[in-house]
């Protein structure tokens, strides 16, 4: 069974950083597009950040220059290293893989908070 498995997640005050994680396991993983998502109480979900195969980036506007997205393909894992963070990037946060099919991990939690 495919497993994405999130961590990292927690309580930072504003200004703040942290880096998630997550691991994959059961899939090729260099051959997946991975990105990660969140989604805010009350709100849609979001792309945060995606990596290609071959390591090309896109960002939301919102997390341009705060958040970098990186992924170790020996480890088969995905990092978000997030830093500056603000009261409004509280989320939970989705690891998000695809391919021909999609997967999606269980989410951490991130509250950022004085």
């Known amino acids: 069974q495919v497993q994405l498995v999130e961590s990292g997640g927690g309580l930072v005050q504003p200004g703040g950083s942290l880096r998630l994680s997550c691991a994959a396991s059961?899939?090729?993983?260099?051959?997946?597009?991975m990105s990660w998502y969140r989604q805010a109480p009350g709100k849609q979900r979001e792309l945060v950040a995606a990596i290609t195969t071959i390591g090309n980036t896109n960002y939301a506007d919102s997390v341009k220059g705060r958040f970098t997205i990186s992924r170790d393909n020996a480890k088969n894992t995905v990092y978000l290293q997030m830093n500056s963070l603000k009261p409004e990037d509280t989320a939970v946060y989705y690891c998000?893989?695809?391919?021909?099919?999609?997967?999606w991990g269980q989410g951490t939690q991130v509250t950022v908070s004085s």
């Open positions: 059961r899939i090729p993983f260099s051959d997946y597009q």
């Open positions: 998000h893989a695809i391919r021909f099919v999609i997967y």
